[in-house]
């Protein structure tokens, strides 16, 4: 199954991460393998939300979670998960956004530098619907790394399923593990020259 929070908030916030990691949990409970998180915030990476996806993705699920929109600065928290797929956001000409999240983030609490392996799809102006109350149209034009995150968790769940029927025998964490790698090993990299300024 393929479960998405498609909001983009702060995860720094007590009340807010207990509910997002309820939410995971919850996720996790009804039996989903695949959980898109467009959402992000300041947290470390071996930091409450982070660790609950570890936790999690050595269970199997396979955690698709938007990098954030602040550049340079850094990926945000949960996508800086060890195990989670970080998915960054491409222009309409296949070039990384200005305002995809990349890079280091200092961890205090490892006493290092985390970096991650950001994957990039589409992700500037896409059409999708919108909530209730949003405008006055079902549907919108929206840029940011939520918005390419759930073209990879598609993806990865098409993947997942595609695993389970043709290796019957395989552990969830095993074909979870197979779908990061397949990701990985199809995936061209972006040369830091090629990043915009």
């Not at 309820?22 to 467009?38: F, I, L, P, Q, T």
């Not at 990299?189 to 990043?195: A, G, H, K, M, S």
Request: charged letters at 20%.
């Amino acid at each position: 199954g393929l479960f998405s929070r498609n909001k983009m908030g702060t995860a720094d916030n007590d009340i807010t991460t207990k509910r997002i990691m309820k939410a995971v949990d919850d996720a996790v409970a009804d039996g989903n393998h695949v959980v898109n998180m467009s959402l992000g915030g300041g947290g470390l990476p071996s930091g409450p939300m982070a660790e609950k996806i570890q936790e999690y993705a050595k269970q199997g699920v396979v955690f698709v979670i938007s990098a954030g929109n602040s550049g340079s600065r850094g990926v945000g928290s949960p996508s800086l998960a060890d195990n989670a797929l970080t998915i960054g956001a491409l222009d309409v000409n296949g070039r990384m956004t200005t305002f995809s999240s990349y890079g280091e983030k200092w961890d205090p609490n490892r006493m290092g530098y985390a970096i991650k392996k950001v994957f990039m799809a589409p992700g500037d102006n896409i059409v999708s619907t919108t909530g209730q109350g949003y405008k006055e149209t079902d549907y919108d034009s929206m840029s940011g790394t939520s918005m390419a995150a759930p073209h990879v968790s598609g993806s990865a769940a098409q993947l997942f399923q595609y695993v389970k029927e043709a290796n019957k025998r395989l552990s969830p964490f095993s074909m979870s593990r197979k779908i990061r790698d397949a990701f990985t090993d199809t995936s061209e990299p972006i040369n830091r020259r090629e990043l915009p300024p």
